[in-house]
């Protein structure tokens, strides 16, 4: 009867909470606003927004455990909540920050981390008229990071010259999310009017859009899968139900796959991992998906 079953390499997929000594506590969280990820790291620290004046982060190698006290290092410069940060691929000791106050910051972490607070970026980037909300670095372009703002545009900066590449416009409503294809060469966006677009990074050209991508008014999340032409989007049904779609980012006149997941409230912040062709996504759910080829 093995033959009718499907290959895969994951039955079930769980975590199991750490001990306490393996923890890190008393971080007061900066996670009242925004859809984003509220925690990301490399492969040496993680980072987390903290509350408080000054947009302050906690920027934490994984060895360094334990209980986060008054005094503790931090990383503070922005004149606003921090929105999203990012780690630089390329450089583990670069972060780039985006905030309310308009700006994106890019700072250098210490080799050993946080020996005192930080208030200096080392480039500051201005260009958005309205908060930056999302930032996320080109996955094979050093240098190269993505924006997006509540001005409603989506920005490719060159950090290292401190200016702007090109401007992805042309929505007229809030940007809900944004994704580098594997290589870099394609952006998709998401957006309140539920749109998907898919944009040129080098000339800021819209290429291709698919209209009612989610007929639901919720949130909509986006990340492709891996070395291909897929494109899986996370969004909400009519009925506010939790919907994955998948598509080809080339033709995206259908969905290739749909699933409806279940009834509830959660926006759904989707992780591919492409070694595994595992799809997770974590709310509640975690669901095993095996790229299409």
């Known amino acids: 009867m093995s033959h009718f079953v499907r290959a895969s390499k994951f039955r079930h997929v769980y975590v199991e909470p750490c001990k306490s000594d393996g923890c890190y506590s008393n971080l007061k969280l900066s996670t009242a606003t925004g859809e984003q990820n509220y925690i990301k790291g490399n492969t040496k620290f993680f980072c987390v927004s903290l509350q408080g004046g000054g947009g302050p982060m ?31 691929p390329f450089h583990e000791h670069l972060l780039a920050s985006a905030s309310d106050d308009t700006t994106l910051k890019v700072w250098g972490i210490p080799e050993n981390g946080l020996t005192e607070n930080i208030t200096e970026p080392l480039v500051d980037l201005h260009g958005h008229q309205r908060k930056a909300t999302l930032c996320k670095f080109h996955p094979t372009a050093n240098h190269v990071l993505g924006s997006a703002s509540g001005d409603f545009t989506v920005k490719v900066w060159d950090i290292e010259k401190g200016g702007e590449i090109a401007t992805l416009g042309g929505m007229d409503q809030l940007i809900q999310d944004f994704a580098w294809d594997h290589c870099g060469d394609v952006i998709a966006t998401s957006s309140k009017d539920k749109i998907i677009r898919i944009y040129d990074p080098r000339t800021g050209a819209e290429a291709l859009r698919k209209e009612n991508a989610h007929e639901g008014s919720k949130s909509c999340k986006l990340t492709f899968l891996g070395a291909n032409d897929k494109l899986a989007s996370i969004g909400f049904t009519r009925q506010s139900q939790r919907q994955l779609k998948v598509w080809d980012h080339r033709n995206m006149e259908k969905e290739l796959k749909r699933v409806d997941i279940d009834q509830a409230a959660g926006v759904i912040m989707p992780f591919f991992d492409p070694d595994s062709n595992l799809l997770s996504l974590p709310a509640r759910v975690m669901v095993t998906f095996v790229t299409m080829r």
Do not use: M, Q
């Open 58 to 88: 906690f920027v934490c190698p994984y060895g360094k455990t334990g209980r986060f006290e008054a005094g503790t290092p931090i990383i503070s410069g922005h004149h606003g909540p921090v929105l999203d940060f990012d780690f630089n």
